[in-house]
C-alpha cells in the first residue's frame, strides 16, 4: 500500500515539482532522510516490543554537545571523539534500560524524563550558548560529500543501519524474542526467554544509533548545538507507525519502516520543489498518522472470524488510506492553479502571452511567522511584480539553522536563479550557500550575514556600527548618562544581534563609563520569551532602569512585563517595527525604537538578487533609486528613530 502511495507522490510531484523526477533530487531525498532514518530504525525494533523511547531527539542533542564539547574543548582526535560520544549514547541507554527491566517502570514514564534529562544536560553542558564549530573538512565531508559527486556518503550510514536492524528483527533469535515480547510479554518470560535483556538491547542500540545520528548531523550543517535533534522523535515514531509496526507491539517491519520514512521526506521535498507551503506536509502527514493508529487499533480487537476480519480490515485500511493520499495530492494540485492562477490574474493582459523566462528567486527568513520579516515580504513581492520575477517564500516557523539549510538544498535541486537568506547561524549556513554559488546560482544573504565566500552580496538595511551606537545613545539619554540597563536579544548565537551588541559595549566603554550592561537574555524570536525573561530581569536586577530589546517581539514583550510591573522607573527602547510597539510608546513604557524600512529592505533584497552583478558601485532599485554599493555591499541606508512624535506616520 505505501509503495503505491510513494508512487503516486513520485507522479504527482514530477509534474509540479521542477527537477523532481531527476538522479540528483533521488539521492537529495536520501541525504535529507538520514538522520531521521537512523532513529526511525532504532525505534521500530524498540516499539516492536511494545515500548516506546521519546528520548531519542534529545539523545541527538546531548550527544552533539558532547562531541563538540570532546573535540573543541578537550582537544581530542575526531575519531576518538566519536567513540567517546557513543560511549555517551551507550550510558544513555543503560539509563533508560535499567528502570524499566528491572524495576518494570512503563518505558512512556522513564523516556519521558530522559526527554527532558538528556536535553538538560545538553543544554548545561552548553549553556544554551555555545555553539560549536570550524570541524576540518575531512569530518565535514561525512555529512556534506559525496561519492562520484552523486552518493552522499551518509547513505552508507543508512544503508549499514537498515541492514543491520533487518538482521536483527528478521534472521536472528533475539529479533523473534522481540516479537514474543511485544505480543505478550508475560507469556515470552514464562517460556523462559531472556526478556530484560532483549528489552536492554534495544534501548542501548535506540540510544547509539541516536549518537551516530547526531555525529552525522553535526557534520551535515557543520555545527554542534544543544537542540539539535529537537523534534525528531516524533517524525521518527510516525514514519514506525505508518509503516505498519504496531504501536501496541508484536508486529513490525524495516521494509515497512523504509517505506513510511521515504512517504515523509518525498512529501516534503516534493512540495518544496513544487513551491508550495511545506506545512502541507505535516497536514497530510498528521492525517495519514492519525488513520493508520486508528486502524491499527480496529485490527487488534478480538473478532470472531481473526483470519476473515484482518483480512476485511486490511482492505479498509488501504482504501481510506488512499482516499487521504488522494485527497492530499487534490489538495496540492489545487493549490498549484490557484497559484498559477492568482499569478495570471495580477499580470497585465499582455503578460500573458508568451514571453521570456522569467527569474526564480528564493527568499528566506529566520522565521517564517515574524511580523519583521512578514513585512520584508511584502516588498519583496512588490519587487518581483515590478521585475516580472517569480518569488519562492519559504523558511523555518521557528529559529531553526538545520531547517535553513534543508530549504536551500531544495533550492539548489530546483535550479533557483538566485537564492536570498537572511542567515540564523553563519557558520552552519555558508557550506550550503557556497554548494549554491558552485551550481551558477548567485547568493544574496540580507538582514544577517553569512561568510564572505558563501555569498555574492549583502544587503545591509544599515550598517552594525551604526544600529548599536544609536541603540546605546538612546538607552543613555534615557538613564542621564548613568545607571543599569539589560539587553533582550534574539538567541544568543544570532549573527546580527551578536554584532550590534559588540558595537553597543563599544560605544559603552567609549563614551559611557557610568553606565553598566547587567545581563544580556534569550527571547528566541518569541514575544512570551521576552515577557517572561523581562519579568525575571526586573526581580534580580532590581537597579535596571532600561530594557533594551534588539529583536522584534523582544519590545513588545519587554514593554508588558514593565507595565504589569507598575515600575514606573522603568523604560524601554530596541528594535522592533512600529505597528506593534504603538501602544507601548503612547502609554510612555516604550521611549523609542529604532529600525529601517523593513519593506523597502526586502524591496531591495529582490532588486539584488535579480538585477545585481558584480563590479559595480550602484544599483538602480526602482522607487527606492540608486543604491550605493560598497564593495560586496548593497547598502539600504541609516537606521531611522521612532518615537512618539513621528510613530503615527507610519503603518508597517
Not at 142 to 154: A, E, T
Not at 194 to 219: C, H, Q
Not at 348 to 362: I, L, M, Q, S
Not at 414 to 430: K, L, M
Request: aromatic share 8%; glycine share 10%.
Amino acid at each position: 500500500m505505501l509503495i503505491g502511495v510513494l508512487l503516486l507522490e513520485t507522479a504527482l510531484f514530477s509534474i509540479t515539482g521542477t527537477n523532481f523526477f531527476t538522479r540528483d533530487n533521488l539521492f537529495e531525498i536520501v541525504r535529507l532522510a538520514v538522520e531521521l532514518g537512523l532513529l526511525s530504525l532504532a525505534l521500530t525494533a524498540v516499539i516492536v516490543t511494545g515500548g516506546i523511547d521519546l528520548s531519542v531527539g534529545s539523545m541527538m542533542g546531548l550527544a552533539a554537545a558532547v562531541f563538540g564539547a570532546a573535540w573543541h574543548d578537550a582537544g581530542l582526535a575526531i575519531p576518538v571523539a566519536i567513540l567517546l560520544t557513543l560511549l555517551a549514547g551507550l550510558l544513555a541507554g543503560l539509563v533508560n534500560a535499567i528502570p524499566i527491566t528491572l524495576l518494570r517502570i512503563p518505558p512512556l514514564i522513564v523516556t519521558l524524563g530522559t526527554y527532558s534529562l538528556f536535553r538538560g544536560l545538553a543544554e548545561g553542558m552548553t549553556g544554551g550558548v555555545v555553539t560549536y564549530s570550524s570541524f576540518p573538512a575531512a569530518f565535514l565531508r561525512i555529512g556534506q560529500g559525496y561519492l562520484w559527486n552523486v552518493v552522499p556518503f551518509q547513505f552508507f550510514a543508512l544503508t549499514a543501519c537498515a541492514a543491520g536492524y533487518w538482521v536483527l528483527l528478521h534472521r536472528s533469535i533475539a529479533g523473534r524474542a522481540l516479537y514474543a515480547m511485544g505480543f505478550n510479554y508475560e507469556g515470552a518470560r514464562y517460556a523462559g526467554l531472556p526478556v530484560r535483556k532483549r528489552l536492554a538491547l534495544v534501548y542501548v542500540l535506540s540510544s547509539m544509533v541516536a549518537s551516530a545520528a547526531a555525529i552525522i548531523y553535526v557534520a551535515h550543517i557543520g555545527q554542534a548545538k544543544a537542540d539539535a535533534g529537537t523534534g525528531y522523535e516524533l517524525m521518527a515514531i510516525t514514519a514506525v507507525v505508518m509503516g505498519g509496526t504496531s504501536i501496541f507491539g508484536g508486529r513490525g517491519t524495516i521494509v515497512g519502516t523504509l517505506l513510511g520514512l521515504f512517504v515523509i521526506v518525498v512529501l516534503q521535498n516534493g512540495l518544496r520543489l513544487s513551491g508550495l507551503p511545506t506545512e502541507l506536509a505535516g497536514i497530510t502527514t498528521g492525517i495519514l498518522l492519525v488513520v493508520t493508529i486508528s486502524f491499527d487499533h480496529f485490527q487488534t480487537r478480538p473478532a470472531t472470524s481473526q483470519a476473515q476480519g484482518s483480512f476485511n480490515m486490511k482492505n479498509s485500511h488501504i482504501a481510506i488510506l488512499s482516499a487521504v493520499i488522494l485527497a492530499a495530492a487534490l489538495l496540492i494540485a489545487g493549490s498549484n492553479w490557484m497559484l498559477v492562477s492568482t499569478i495570471r490574474d495580477r499580470l497585465p493582459a499582455a503578460a500573458t502571452a508568451p514571453t521570456a523566462r522569467k527569474t526564480v528567486v528564493g527568499m528566506m527568513p529566520k522565521a517564517k511567522g515574524d511580523p519583521y520579516f512578514l513585512s520584508c515580504r511584502q516588498g519583496a513581492e512588490e519587487a518581483a511584480k515590478e521585475l516580472n520575477a517569480e518569488l519562492i517564500w519559504d523558511g523555518p516557523t521557528d529559529l531553526d539553522p538545520a531547517k535553513q539549510n534543508e530549504v536551500v538544498e531544495g533550492w539548489i535541486t530546483r535550479g533557483v536563479d538566485a537564492i536570498a537568506v537572511s542567515v540564523e547561524n553563519r557558520a552552519a549556513i555558508s557550506t550550503v550557500l557556497r554548494k549554491a554559488r558552485g551550481k551558477g546560482i548567485k547568493v544574496v544573504t540580507w538582514d544577517s550575514d553569512a561568510e564572505p565566500d558563501a555569498r555574492d552580496f549583502f544587503v545591509n538595511q544599515a550598517t552594525p556600527q551604526g544600529i548599536g551606537y544609536a541603540l546605546m545613545d538612546r538607552a543613555a539619554h534615557i538613564l542621564g548618562g548613568q545607571g543599569d540597563f539589560a539587553i533582550i536579544t534574539a538567541s544568543l548565537t544570532a549573527t546580527n544581534q551578536n554584532e550590534w551588541i559588540k558595537f553597543i559595549k563599544q560605544r559603552l566603554a567609549e563614551k559611557y563609563p557610568a553606565i553598566h550592561l547587567v545581563v544580556i537574555r534569550p527571547g528566541e524570536g518569541d514575544r512570551e520569551r521576552a515577557f517572561s525573561e523581562t519579568q525575571t530581569i526586573l526581580k534580580v536586577y532590581p537597579n535596571v532602569k532600561v530594557i533594551m530589546g534588539i529583536e522584534t517581539p523582544a519590545v513588545p514583550g519587554a514593554g508588558e512585563a514593565v507595565k504589569q510591573s507598575g515600575r514606573k522607573d522603568v523604560q524601554v527602547v530596541g528594535l522592533s517595527l512600529p505597528n506593534i510597539c504603538k501602544p507601548y510608546i503612547h502609554d510612555g513604557i516604550v521611549d523609542s525604537i529604532v529600525l529601517w524600512n523593513t519593506r523597502n529592505l526586502g524591496y531591495l533584497t529582490l532588486y539584488a538578487a535579480v538585477k545585481l552583478r558584480p563590479g559595480v558601485s550602484s544599483l538602480q532599485a526602482g522607487r527606492l533609486g540608486n543604491i550605493e554599493i560598497r564593495g560586496d555591499q548593497v547598502m539600504l541606508g541609516a537606521p531611522f528613530v521612532f518615537n512618539k512624535e513621528n510613530i503615527d506616520q507610519f503603518d508597517f
